[in-house]
């Protein structure tokens, strides 16, 4: 199963999601235009799927005591989308330039498949809550390190490199995260999080 510190290093580098999984392609390469914005829908992310981990982990033990586990899905995808709710009232209250920077990505973190995901892999992996704890948020973090490095990769060739015309906005991003991915291969045998 692996302890909790190979689960959560595994799940920053050789099991990314973002990178080894290419889950939540879409908020990654739309909001990874500039390293502010990157570092704040990744630690929006962060927070929504660690949180949501922790609290559909023990809905689904309760789910199978009373045999109606079939349904985790759906329980997972309400508590998914409370969780985005109150982080998306938090931030238009408290930081209102943030808010409307991440526009309408900022709900779609709720049908973003990385929170979902990470909730089935707990699930699929038969973590026990320290597990799924340590899993949701190194997921978390290996999102936030994929689209801050895809911002940091972006604002340097903004500056420094001509795009070919075909390529500028989203084509070079699809080939900045398949050099990543092919780089992140290179963790593999890390840490076991099976």
């Not at 699930?123 to 895809?150: C, D, E, K």
């Not at 940091?152 to 991003?173: H, N």
Request: hydrophobic fraction near 55%; charged fraction near 10%; charge should be positive.
């Amino acid at each position: 199963m692996g302890n909790l510190f190979e689960i959560f290093i595994g799940s920053i580098l050789d099991h990314n999601i973002a990178l080894a999984y290419i889950l939540g392609m879409c908020p990654l390469i739309a909001i990874s235009t500039n390293l502010r914005n990157a570092k704040g829908m990744g630690l929006a992310v962060i927070f929504v799927v660690t949180l949501t981990g922790i609290i559909n982990y023990p809905i689904y033990l309760l789910l199978q005591r009373f045999d109606v586990g079939h349904i985790h899905l759906l329980i997972f995808i309400t508590t998914i989308a409370a969780t985005v709710q109150f982080l998306e009232m938090f931030l238009e209250k408290f930081f209102p330039k943030l808010y409307n920077a991440f526009g309408i990505f900022l709900p779609l973190i709720t049908v973003n498949c990385v929170v979902l995901g990470v909730s089935l892999f707990f699930v699929n992996r038969a973590y026990s809550f320290a597990q799924t704890a340590a899993f949701s948020f190194g997921s978390g973090v290996g999102w936030f390190v994929a689209i801050v490095l895809v911002a940091g990769i972006r604002e340097k060739m903004a500056k420094t490199s001509d795009v070919p015309r075909g390529l500028a906005g989203r084509g070079i991003v699809f080939i900045i995260l398949g050099i990543l991915s092919l780089a992140f291969v290179g963790f593999t045998g890390m840490a076991s999080i099976q």
